[in-house]
């Protein structure tokens, strides 16, 4: 049976979801929902999905919904996946998890005694290039992972904060650039190196943007467990816009993503048997759909269950926190995992 779903918030980025759900068969998209109605309605109507709410708890109370997908202001992310828990749904939410740790933490918690599948769409890990590089990692095929870098050098206009004015406001973000896009590309290489983060340092800073609560421009450190190191920067004020490159150096060899002009990632110096994503799709939005689906349908593993989010949030909760000390910050994960549960 076709996966019944519901949209939570009907921006941009749920638009291309709602594309990629029609385009699967086994996904039936049967409501969605916005805080404004209007928007909601001529989403529902220019998607063709059946009917349209203004109130979430409406649309879990009348749909016979399986799952829901949250594309919803950060700070909405823990209210709204505890009611979707309550009424026994599985959850895809719009990275980061939560606007912090600690709710994150909860989503986690309240998801594992709910017996319900919650997913965070940290989307670059279906990218064929990225996942390629992931799997030669923890596989080995690099030796020891010495450090690894990323960056994001994205471009974005006034328009950003105006049409989603949370996004400007720290707390309802949680941040700027680092949480709300870098992290898509941090997570990619926690996940390679595996571990826990365990110490950070960062810098942030208001360039172009200065009349905003949140950075635009973000450069961090993470400590590893092991002692390997990740180099994290993260721009919303980049011109041209280019796109995101990811490095990660070992004893055995290196690996370097690039996004454009195609996805690709490149060993140098030693061989790597290629892997490919576990699901079929053009776009890694859309294979996260479908995996996601999988997982709830299928019982097949989808890459970021809700604890698999944990990590790169406590990182950049640690870069934050460095930025207004000027030190490094230690990243107590594990004892706050083990406190609440969630190890």
Not at 33 to 47: G, H, V
Not at 304 to 316: D, F, M, Q, S
């Given at each position: 049976l076709p996966l019944r779903l519901g949209i939570a918030g009907?921006?941009?980025?749920?638009?291309?979801?709602?594309?990629?759900?029609?385009?699967?068969?086994?996904?039936?998209?049967?409501?969605c929902?916005?805080?404004?109605?209007?928007?909601?309605?001529?989403?529902?109507?220019?998607?063709r999905i059946p009917r349209a709410y203004a109130e979430f708890e409406a649309m879990l109370q009348r749909e016979a919904l399986d799952a829901v997908y949250l594309a919803v202001p950060h700070d909405l992310h823990l209210e709204m996946a505890r009611a979707a828990i309550e009424a026994s749904h599985h959850v895809l939410v719009e990275k980061p998890i939560a606007r912090t740790l600690a709710a994150g933490q909860e989503i986690a918690r309240l998801a594992r005694e709910g017996g319900v599948r919650v997913g965070v769409n940290y989307q670059y890990r279906y990218d064929p290039g990225c996942y390629a590089l992931a799997l030669a990692a923890r596989r080995g095929d690099l030796g020891r992972l010495y450090y690894g870098r990323c960056n994001l050098p994205w471009d974005r206009e006034v328009d950003y904060f105006q049409q989603g004015p949370w996004r400007s406001q720290l707390a309802r973000a949680g941040g700027g650039t680092l949480i709300t896009q870098g992290s898509h590309i941090l997570d990619v290489l926690l996940w390679a190196l595996g571990g826990q983060?365990?110490?950070?340092?960062?810098?942030?800073?208001?360039?172009?943007f200065t009349q905003v609560e949140v950075e635009d421009l973000a450069l961090g450190t993470v400590e590893m467990e092991d002692g390997a190191l990740v180099q994290i920067s993260s721009s919303m004020i980049a011109r041209p816009e280019q796109g995101v490159t990811i490095e990660l150096y070992g004893q055995r060899g290196t690996a370097v993503y690039r996004e454009r002009p195609l996805p690709h990632v490149r060993f140098r110096g030693t061989r790597v048997r290629r892997a490919r994503p576990p699901v079929w799709g053009f776009h890694p939005l859309q294979r996260s759909l479908e995996a996601f689906r999988a997982w709830v349908a299928d019982d097949r593993p989808y890459l970021?269950?809700?604890?698999?989010?944990?990590?790169?949030?406590?990182?950049?909760e640690a870069i934050y926190r460095s930025a207004q000390s000027g030190q490094r910050e230690r990243i107590e994960f594990a004892d706050r995992r083990q406190d609440q549960g969630t190890a």
């Open positions: 009907c921006g941009w980025v749920a638009g291309y979801v709602a594309l990629f759900a029609r385009l699967n068969r086994r996904i039936r998209l049967l409501a929902c916005d805080r404004t109605p209007s928007q909601a309605e001529e989403f529902a109507s220019r998607r983060p365990h110490a950070a340092q960062g810098f942030t800073a208001r360039q172009k970021t269950p809700a604890e698999e989010a944990l990590p790169v949030l406590a990182a950049i």
